[in-house]
């Protein structure tokens, strides 16, 4: 029967470390760039490793990269990211950009797959004694399972949720792919991008 105990403890510890995370709001204007690059009077800088915990983990599972931009256009005329100019690697490979969308539903959160704490529901938490003839007796059963399944479930779906709220936000509010860049004009932006690595980036002009 201890062992029962320890089983229950340990799969309370497990459901512990595998909640829903976070998501820390992203400031393309606040970030200190330090990689750089320059393309006919269009200044690029850029950083990866914005996001954290389990969209950082999704990152590197799905082989997608989310990248802040900051453009400066000191050309002498309006520029459309897309259309005018091209993001490409420094090795002069093209890059593939991930639409809002598809970016969205490529990195977040599921918060459907939180239902699975409700299998804890059947879960009892055992205390035993040892008895005059040295017998050890369970003493007695609570059913924290009946708590801790639907609660765990339902508190992470409401996490993921709003976290995937708070990134949904970002993604569409700095959105600059296909946006114009006025001539002498600054834009910050987020974009999503297929790699697996942390290749240097740069503009093309057309």
Same mark, same amino acid.
């Given at each position: +029967? ?11 510890? /497990?459901? @512990?470390?595998s ?5 820390? /709001? ?11 690059? +320059? ?9 990866? =490793? ?9 990152? /590197? ?5 989310? $990248?802040? $931009?900051?453009?400066?256009? *000191?050309?002498?005329? =309006?520029? /459309?990211l897309?259309?005018? +100019? ?8 093209? $890059?593939n950009?991930?639409?809002? =969308? ?15 704490? @409700?299998?804890?529901? #059947?879960?009892? %938490? ?8 040295g017998?050890?007796? !369970? !003493?007695s ?8 399944? #639907? ?5 992470? +779906? ?5 976290? *995937?709220?708070? %990134? ?17 004009e600054?834009k ?9 690595s ?9």
């Open positions: +029967m201890k062992s029962i105990t320890k089983i229950t403890l340990s799969v309370i510890s /497990v459901v @512990l470390m909640c829903a995370s976070g998501y820390k /709001v992203i400031t393309p204007k606040s970030i200190n760039y330090i990689s750089k690059s +320059m393309s006919d009077n269009i200044t690029l800088e850029y950083k990866y =490793d914005l996001l954290d915990k389990k969209y950082a983990k999704k990152e /590197v599972k799905k082989g997608v990269k989310l $990248v802040a $931009v900051k453009i400066v256009n *000191n050309s002498d005329r =309006d520029m /459309v897309g259309r005018d +100019m091209n993001l490409i690697f420094e090795n002069g490979n093209s $890059v950009i991930l639409e809002n =969308d598809k970016a969205f539903k490529t990195l977040k959160q599921s918060p459907a797959s939180y239902l699975w704490y @409700l299998l804890l529901t #059947p879960l009892n %938490f055992y205390t035993y004694e040892t008895n005059s003839r017998v050890e007796e !369970t !003493t059963s609570t059913p924290i399972g009946l708590i801790l399944g #639907p609660g765990l479930a339902g508190g992470n +779906m409401i996490a993921s949720g709003s976290a *995937n709220k708070k %990134f949904k936000e970002d993604l569409s509010k700095y959105n600059i792919y296909g946006e114009v860049i006025s001539k002498g600054t910050f932006g987020l974009i999503a991008v297929l790699t697996d942390y290749e240097a980036l740069k503009l093309r002009v057309n």
